[in-house]
T-cell receptor, first 114, second 111 residues
Framework: DGGITQSPKYLFRKEGQNVTLSCEQN?????MYWYRQDPGQGLRLIYYSQIVNDFQKGDIAEGYSVSREKKESFPLTVTSAQKNPTAFYLC?????????????FGPGTRLTVL | GEDVEQSLFLSVREGDSSVINCTYT??????LYWYKQEPGAGLQLLTY?????DMKQDQRLTVLLNKKDKHLSLRIADTQTGDSAIYFC???????????FGKGTTLSVSS
C-alpha cells in the first residue's frame, strides 16, 4: 500500500536531549512537509522540502533541523534549543503532478518531553 | 489577523445538518480544502474546491465558496456520531507551496 509512515507513534524524551522523528513515503512525491500541532493552534509549518537535497524553513523552524538525502525520507530533529517541544508532529507529502495541490498526511508522532 | 479563521467548536445532534464556516484573506488562493482529523490521527482530505467554483457536492458533503466575501463553508447532511472530529479549512496560494491551515473546528455529535 502506498502511503506515509511516521515512527514512533509516541515518543518520550528527557529535557535537553535531541530526538529525531522519522517520516517515510512511498508515493514518489517530491515535496515533503513537517507541521507541529498544539491544542487550539491548528497546524504550523516547521520545515518543507520541494526536492531532494533542498529544504526551506517554515514559520516556526527555530530549534528544529531536517535533512532530505533521499526522496522517500524527511527526518525531523527536535533539538535541545526548542523551548517547548511537547506537541503532535505531522508529516505530509505532495506530488507536483497532482493538479489540486493536495497534501497527504502521515499518522503523526506525539512527542512528550519530561 | 489570522490568515484562515474558523470557529473552534460546533455541537449538533445526530441526524441534523452541520455547517462549519471558514474565512480566508488571500484572494489569489487557487484551491481551498477541508481536512478531517480524528483523535490521535493524521489529517484526511475530505474535499476541495477550485477557486473558480461556487459549490461542490460529494454525497453528504456540500462546499460553498463565496469569493467576494472570502468565505468557505462545509455542510454535512444527516450528521452521524462518526463525523465527530476536528475539521480544518486550508488554502493553497500557489502551486507547490505549503497549505495555510485554520485552527480547526471541533465537531461534537450527540445521539
Amino acid at each position: 500500500d502506498g502511503g506515509i509512515t511516521q515512527s514512533p507513534k509516541y515518543l518520550f524524551r528527557k529535557e535537553g536531549q535531541n530526538v529525531t522523528l522519522s517520516c517515510e513515503q512511498n508515493l514518489n512525491h517530491d515535496a515533503m512537509y513537517w507541521y507541529r500541532q498544539d491544542p487550539g493552534q491548528g497546524l504550523r509549518l516547521i520545515y518543507y522540502s520541494q526536492i531532494v537535497n533542498d529544504f526551506q524553513k517554515g514559520d516556526i523552524a527555530e530549534g528544529y533541523s531536517v535533512s532530505r538525502e533521499k526522496k522517500e525520507s524527511f527526518p525531523l530533529t527536535v533539538t535541545s534549543a526548542q523551548k517547548n517541544p511537547t506537541a503532535f508532529y505531522l508529516c505530509a507529502s505532495r506530488s507536483p503532478r497532482d493538479s489540486n495541490n493536495e497534501q497527504f498526511f502521515g499518522p503523526g508522532t506525539r512527542l512528550t518531553v519530561l | 489577523g489570522e490568515d484562515v479563521e474558523q470557529s473552534l467548536f460546533l455541537s449538533v445532534r445526530e441526524g441534523d445538518s452541520s455547517v462549519i464556516n471558514c474565512t480566508y484573506t488571500d484572494s489569489s488562493s487557487t484551491y481551498l480544502y477541508w481536512y478531517k482529523q480524528e483523535p490521535g490521527a493524521g489529517l484526511q482530505l475530505l474535499t476541495y474546491i477550485f477557486s473558480n467554483m461556487d459549490m461542490k457536492q460529494d454525497q453528504r458533503l456540500t462546499v460553498l465558496l463565496n469569493k467576494k466575501d472570502k468565505h468557505l463553508s462545509l455542510r454535512i447532511a444527516d450528521t452521524q456520531t462518526g463525523d465527530s472530529a476536528i475539521y480544518f479549512c486550508a488554502e493553497s496560494r500557489r502551486a507547490g507551496t505549503a497549505l495555510i491551515f485554520g485552527k480547526g473546528t471541533t465537531l461534537s455529535v450527540s445521539s
